[in-house]
């Protein structure tokens, strides 16, 4: 397997779902499998997700699997061949079920009529075409003008940029996806189109009353999302930058910035952050990425994301196993930068009023012992796996090596920056404890004679309290 501390996301699909693509897949450098439920019915889903857990225990790893929600995605409906929508023309958007021409279309969104206004923007198939709204009955019928034609085939995307959708951020569909995703041991759920720190509010009620493991992706798309960050940060477990529908929702030149500021962010609150969406598009069909793609995944690395995600690439794409390593290429080459390690400046440690405080403290300083030492690796005690992200938020330049009798979080972990989790439970003594995870690691390679190691963890050791103790030695 390949040591890089960005981690690579592969969505699923039919070019890939094989048992042998799969483990190709991993092998190259995946942490992470996408299930894309906008796409594919449960029976697929469930046997990817079956082979992965088979692919782990035969190759010793913990991929994470990410069940990504549909959302309130909106589209047409079926378009008849060649339809073109042609600029300073009427077109007409209907509620309900028919098939499309140049004049019209029908979109399943019941509440379209009612939620649009005169003046508001429309955009199908990711912007491409422009249109305006002139009038609607606020029932079933929206007259528009074609600011911007073309072809419009049938399911393409709706975007509504300006109008405050009455759709939950949870349809009635991600309700029952999520439900079988979760019966699946899922360890991420990505809730597409989130408005408000509310929409992850409820999530989590959900997944909690599943008695689930699993933790909350939200994923920024949205100019509400945008103006609710911070929350939307501080709320979820996890973030994703999904650029696709944010730069059909926002001005598409204030995407760049918004990924910086998620990524800052989230390095803050000690949360995961994805960067997702037409990364290397181009090897959907060509053998190789495009020079500009290779510079958007090398600045989603300096950036200090935690992954880096594939879409179509991976999952209808001629070249699933190229685009791994050619990603994988490119993230460890940018890892070679010395600069984009150590950022314990934007570290933030919560008051002394909170019971994460010295936790949090001794986190950031182990950061900065092993950067004065050149440790290789930093190795934490954990059963939430709360340590593991605080450590990985600071970038340090050692890799970050968790021990836990948790089994559910192994594979959790997988998301996060430069982490590698371990099963361990034998916590007899904190000076045996130490001295045995020291010998694993050097018999799996990870470390070698002479290096040093900062180890974090609580004392009494098997009471598995808050992380009180800092303590550095030698292999």
Same mark, same amino acid.
């Given at each position: 397997?390949?040591? &890089?501390?960005?981690?690579?996301?592969?969505?699923?699909?039919?070019?890939?779902?094989?048992?042998?693509? @799969? !483990?190709?897949?991993? *092998?190259?450098?995946?942490?992470?499998?996408?299930?894309?439920?906008?796409?594919?019915?449960?029976?697929?889903?469930?046997?990817?997700?079956?082979?992965?857990? !088979?692919?782990?225990?035969?190759?010793?790893?913990?991929? $994470?699997?990410? $069940?990504?929600?549909?959302?309130?995605?909106?589209?047409?409906?079926?378009?008849? %061949?060649?339809?073109?929508?042609?600029?300073?023309?009427?077109?007409?958007?209907?509620?309900?079920?028919?098939? #499309?021409?140049?004049?019209?279309?029908?979109?399943?969104?019941?509440?379209? $009529?009612?939620?649009?206004?005169?003046?508001?923007? +429309?955009?199908?198939?990711? #912007?491409? @075409?422009?249109?305006? +709204?002139?009038?609607?009955?606020?029932?079933?019928?929206?007259?528009?003008?074609?600011?911007?034609?073309?072809i419009l085939s049938s399911r393409k995307g709706l975007n509504l940029p300006s109008t405050d959708i009455s759709l939950p951020s949870l349809t009635v569909k991600d309700r029952e996806d999520l439900a079988f995703a979760l019966t699946l041991g899922v360890d991420w759920v990505g809730l597409s189109f989130v408005r408000s720190a509310a929409d992850v509010v409820d999530l989590r009620e959900r997944i909690e009353a599943a008695d689930s493991h699993a933790r909350i992706v939200a994923k920024v798309e949205k100019p509400e999302a945008v103006a609710d960050l911070e929350g939307i940060v501080e709320s979820s477990d996890a973030v994703m930058i999904a650029r696709g529908d944010l730069g059909v929702e926002v001005p598409m030149q204030q995407v760049p910035m918004i990924q910086k500021r998620a990524i800052g962010?989230?390095?803050?609150?000690? &949360?995961?952050?994805?960067?997702?969406?037409?990364?290397?598009? =181009?090897?959907? %069909?060509?053998?190789?990425?495009?020079?500009?793609? +290779?510079?958007?995944?090398?600045?989603?690395?300096?950036?200090?994301?935690?992954?880096?995600?594939?879409? #179509? %690439?991976?999952?209808? #794409?001629?070249?699933?196993? !190229?685009?791994?390593?050619?990603?994988?290429?490119?993230?460890?080459?940018?890892?070679?930068?010395?600069?984009?390690?150590? *950022?314990?400046?934007?570290?933030?440690?919560? =008051?002394?009023?909170?019971?994460?405080?010295?936790?949090?403290?001794?986190?950031?300083?182990?950061?900065?012992l092993a950067e004065r030492v050149s440790a290789s690796a930093i190795v934490t005690m954990t059963f939430s796996g709360y340590t593991a992200y605080k450590v990985a938020s600071q970038r340090p330049r050692a890799f970050i090596y968790v021990f836990t009798g948790n089994k559910s979080i192994l594979s959790q972990l997988s998301l996060c920056w430069g982490v590698e989790g371990f099963h361990y439970d034998k916590m007899i003594s904190t000076d045996h404890t130490i001295s045995d995870v020291k010998s694993l690691l050097q018999r799996e390679d990870k470390v070698a004679d002479g290096d040093y190691i900062i180890h974090v963890a609580s004392m009494p050791i098997a009471e598995a309290g808050t992380s009180n103790m800092l303590k550095i030695s030698r292999v």
């Open positions: 397997m390949q040591r &890089k501390f960005t981690k690579i996301i592969a969505t699923v699909g039919p070019a890939s779902s094989s048992s042998e693509v @799969l !483990e190709a897949l991993i *092998r190259e450098g995946v942490n992470v499998i996408r299930l894309n439920f906008s796409h594919g019915d449960h029976e697929t889903h469930a046997t990817t997700a079956a082979r992965v857990r !088979e692919l782990d225990l035969k190759l010793g790893t913990h991929t $994470a699997l990410l $069940a990504d929600m549909q959302g309130p995605k909106l589209r047409v409906g079926m378009m008849a %061949e060649g339809a073109m929508l042609v600029a300073g023309e009427a077109f007409t958007i209907h509620v309900g079920q028919g098939e #499309g021409d140049s004049n019209q279309a029908w979109t399943p969104y019941v509440d379209f $009529a009612a939620d649009v206004k005169p003046g508001e923007p +429309v955009l199908l198939d990711d #912007g491409k @075409l422009r249109l305006q +709204v002139e009038e609607t009955n606020g029932k079933d019928t929206v007259r528009c003008k074609v600011i911007h034609g073309g962010l989230c390095q803050q609150h000690g &949360k995961p952050v994805i960067v997702a969406t037409q990364m290397m598009e =181009s090897m959907i %069909e060509s053998i190789a990425p495009t020079r500009a793609e +290779v510079t958007d995944v090398a600045n989603a690395v300096l950036d200090g994301a935690d992954a880096v995600m594939l879409s #179509g %690439e991976t999952s209808v #794409g001629a070249h699933p196993v !190229e685009v791994i390593k050619a990603m994988r290429d490119i993230v460890m080459e940018i890892e070679k930068e010395p600069h984009i390690f150590h *950022r314990c400046g934007d570290a933030r440690i919560e =008051s002394d009023k909170t019971s994460r405080f010295v936790t949090d403290a001794i986190c950031y300083n182990a950061c900065d």
